[in-house]
């Protein structure tokens, strides 16, 4: 049994301002990083259905569940405003079960002062202030200009994977549940990947949408000849760039305020990183669907959007999407290249 409980262990549903958490002396757990990284990820979904979720309920929300049950977890940290819907009907029915609920509010009017009073509040429920956050705030400052080196490894110099960029910046939601453990591997890993030789590929993608919960979409696109240099939501959660407060640094965080802050985020990455085209994923029963429409039509580059519902690698159709996809990006790329011809 995978049992992840432990002195000051506490579950987060999504990302949460985890300075407070570790100002407080305690040690977050991201629930969706643990689920999507488990070996049983498959089983935990299976449980829930069995425990009477339905089978056309999300993925996450029925791992993240089976995932309390197995490992003990008495305490999460849940966001009940800026994630979803299913998120808060899943914290009714751990506090049903005896699991402390600690409710977590990202305003949607992105209003700072609201931001503050939902900070104040987490802090003093978790026996800390908002000061000591703020302190720890600036000494983890060190930690998140290097997951910043990280990305920029990645998309500018070629020396970091897609896949490796996606792992490390999903973590920094949680940091592992140690920011100091977290930041020297942080530093072992730069020191490697500053050794290798630029990688080459055919075409720049971005992925936008949540991190996937299908495995090997990375590895498939590096076959067709493809890089990832764009992890959207998972580059959120590091916090890029520097701000001058707690609130500043929650307030810039695109993930729960909606499309429009999105799509200017993707746009601004799409122009600075020369994406030739997005993956935008979209788990089954997800409100964000309805996202989809905005992004594709508002990025300027060709989107391609993918569906899956539970852990698993893609099938055929999904593959077959992918190929015909980058076929698209090389006829594009032929024609760009053939009307620059033309105005010589």
């Not at 200009?145 to 998309?155: H, I, N, Q």
Request: glycine content about 10%; aromatic content about 10%; proline content about 5%.
């Amino acid at each position: 049994m995978n049992r992840i409980q432990g002195a000051g262990v506490v579950g987060i549903t999504s990302t949460i301002p985890i300075e407070i958490v570790f100002a407080a002396g305690l040690r977050p757990v991201d629930l969706n990083n643990r689920f999507i990284t488990h070996p049983d990820r498959g089983e935990l979904v299976a449980e829930a259905e069995a425990a009477g979720f339905p089978l056309n309920f999300c993925a996450w929300i029925k791992g993240i569940y089976s995932l309390v049950r197995r490992g003990g977890i008495d305490r999460v940290i849940g966001v009940v405003q800026g994630d979803c819907s299913n998120t808060e009907l899943l914290l009714e029915i751990f506090q049903e079960e005896g699991v402390e609920v600690i409710p977590f509010e990202y305003p949607p009017d992105r209003d700072p002062r609201r931001l503050a009073g939902s900070l104040e509040a987490l802090s003093e429920r978790l026996g800390t202030s908002l000061e000591a956050a703020q302190e720890t705030r600036l000494r983890m400052r060190g930690v998140r200009e290097k997951l910043a080196k990280l990305d920029w490894m990645t998309w500018h110099e070629g020396r970091v994977s897609g896949f490796e960029n996606h792992l490390w910046l999903i973590n920094s939601s949680d940091m592992r549940g140690d920011w100091r453990v977290y930041e020297g591997e942080l530093d072992e890993f730069l020191a490697s990947a500053a050794r290798r030789e630029p990688a080459q590929a055919q075409f720049r993608l971005g992925f936008a949408g949540i991190p996937p919960i299908a495995d090997g979409l990375y590895e498939i696109l590096e076959e067709m000849g493809a890089a990832v240099v764009f992890n959207e939501f998972q580059r959120q959660f590091s916090m890029p760039g520097p701000r001058d407060s707690l609130v500043d640094e929650y307030l810039a965080y695109t993930y729960p305020y909606g499309t429009r802050m999105r799509i200017a985020d993707i746009r601004q990455e799409v122009a600075t990183r020369r994406i030739d085209g997005l993956i935008h994923y979209i788990q089954s029963f997800c409100y964000r669907q309805l996202q989809d429409r905005a992004i594709r039509r508002a990025c300027g580059v060709p989107v391609l959007s993918l569906e899956f519902d539970r852990p698993g690698r893609p099938g055929g159709r999904s593959l077959t999407r992918m190929e015909a996809f980058m076929e698209l990006l090389e006829g594009r790329r032929r024609r760009q290249q053939h009307s620059c011809e033309g105005r010589i």
